[in-house]
């Protein structure tokens, strides 16, 4: 196979959870143009016929899915649906999350649960159900979209770092009691990306100025700047892809340097 086929996704389906937009839409994106099938689901109707709509713009006929993926019955009903309608599932992309930005203790219990169950019970949830086909077709690809998080804590996200922590150790384990089965797990840890879910962080202040979150994003960032869903891309594609099929259990930090730099010192 020639190096620029080992990157391929031709003949592949490929299952982004939560993708209507943000990250995983352009993940999904990215392997449309690789050449996979691609299946995505979200929450509500209304959001999978934007997603729908997106994803026609880019001339790419995705399948469309409603689906909660903390219901585990949900998830499973499905997953037989997409196998029967669309087939197996080679690569599945757990990216559907939520964040809650609330001091820890003035956050409930219950909110602290929301978070745990979507960032790292469903991934749980969503691998187990595909795990078994890609079993039978002789491999598969997992990717669980991680965060800074996953090795950084911060004011006001203690359940979102816990979850992506754990999403880390999951995607560890499941590389380790599959990986005999040609699966490999892979998480991708974002930097600060400029999608819908941090818009709050990089709101403009009333006099114009930078959002101070922003500007501390800045001067954390070697590259200097907030990521796109499109530095995504390349990564995405590289760990679903043969290229990676001996890249296992490893967290692809794509974070401008990030977590390699300790900040701008004083000028
Ligand atoms: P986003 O813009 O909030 O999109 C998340 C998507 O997941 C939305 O479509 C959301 O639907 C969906 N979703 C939420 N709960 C769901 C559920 N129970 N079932 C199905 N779908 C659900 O987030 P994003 O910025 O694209 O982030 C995507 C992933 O990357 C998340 O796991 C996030 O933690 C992670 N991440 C983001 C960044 C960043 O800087 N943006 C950095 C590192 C990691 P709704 O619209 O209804 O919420
Ligand atoms: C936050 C941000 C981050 C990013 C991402 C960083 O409030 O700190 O939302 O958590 O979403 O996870 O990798």
């Given at each position: 196979?020639?190096?620029?086929?080992?990157f391929s996704?031709?003949?592949?389906?490929?299952?982004?959870?939560?993708?209507?937009?943000?990250?995983?839409?352009?993940?999904?994106?990215?392997?449309?143009?690789?050449?996979?099938?691609?299946?995505?689901?979200?929450?509500?109707?209304?959001?999978?016929?934007?997603?729908?709509?997106?994803?026609?713009?880019?001339?790419?006929?995705?399948?469309?899915?409603?689906?909660?993926?903390?219901?585990?019955?949900?998830?499973?009903?499905?997953?037989?649906?997409?196998?029967?309608?669309?087939?197996?599932?080679?690569?599945?992309?757990?990216?559907?999350?939520?964040?809650?930005?609330?001091?820890?203790?003035?956050?409930?219990?219950?909110?602290?649960?929301?978070?745990?169950?979507?960032?790292?019970?469903?991934?749980?949830?969503?691998?187990?159900?595909?795990?078994?086909?890609?079993?039978?077709?002789?491999?598969?690809?997992?990717?669980?979209?991680?965060?800074?998080?996953?090795?950084?804590?911060?004011?006001?996200?203690?359940?979102?770092?816990?979850?992506?922590?754990?999403?880390?150790?999951?995607?560890?384990?499941?590389?380790?009691?599959y990986g005999?089965?040609?699966?490999?797990?892979?998480?991708?840890?974002?930097?600060?990306?400029?999608?819908?879910?941090?818009?709050?962080?990089?709101?403009?202040?009333?006099?114009?100025?930078?959002?101070?979150?922003?500007?501390?994003?800045?001067?954390?960032?070697?590259?200097?700047?907030?990521?796109?869903?499109?530095?995504?891309?390349?990564?995405a594609v590289?760990?679903?892809?043969?290229?990676?099929?001996?890249?296992?259990?490893?967290?692809?930090?794509?974070?401008?340097?990030?977590?390699?730099?300790?900040?701008?010192?004083?000028?």
């Amino acid at each position: 196979m020639g190096i620029l086929n080992s990157f391929s996704l031709e003949g592949k389906v490929a299952w982004v959870t939560g993708a209507s937009y943000g990250i995983g839409f352009a993940i999904a994106c990215a392997y449309a143009e690789a050449g996979a099938t691609i299946v995505f689901n979200d929450i509500n109707q209304d959001l999978v016929d934007k997603g729908l709509a997106s994803y026609k713009e880019k001339n790419i006929e995705a399948h469309g899915y409603v689906c909660d993926v903390t219901d585990e019955n949900a998830v499973n009903e499905l997953t037989k649906k997409i196998e029967k309608e669309v087939g197996r599932i080679n690569i599945l992309v757990n990216n559907a999350g939520i964040i809650k930005r609330i001091p820890m203790c003035e956050m409930s219990a219950e909110q602290f649960r929301q978070v745990i169950d979507v960032d790292l019970n469903a991934p749980f949830i969503v691998s187990k159900a595909v795990i078994p086909s890609m079993i039978e077709m002789g491999g598969g690809k997992i990717i669980n979209i991680c965060s800074m998080m996953s090795e950084l804590g911060r004011e006001t996200v203690s359940a979102y770092a816990a979850a992506k922590g754990g999403l880390k150790m999951l995607t560890r384990n499941i590389a380790s009691e599959y990986g005999k089965y040609n699966i490999q797990c892979n998480g991708i840890g974002p930097g600060y990306i400029a999608t819908p879910q941090t818009a709050p962080l990089r709101e403009k202040q009333p006099d114009g100025s930078r959002h101070p979150f922003d500007s501390f994003i800045i001067s954390k960032t070697p590259a200097e700047r907030w990521g796109s869903t499109d530095d995504l891309m390349g990564p995405a594609v590289f760990l679903a892809s043969a290229a990676s099929n001996f890249v296992n259990g490893h967290v692809l930090y794509v974070d401008g340097g990030i977590l390699a730099y300790i900040g701008k010192q004083p000028s």
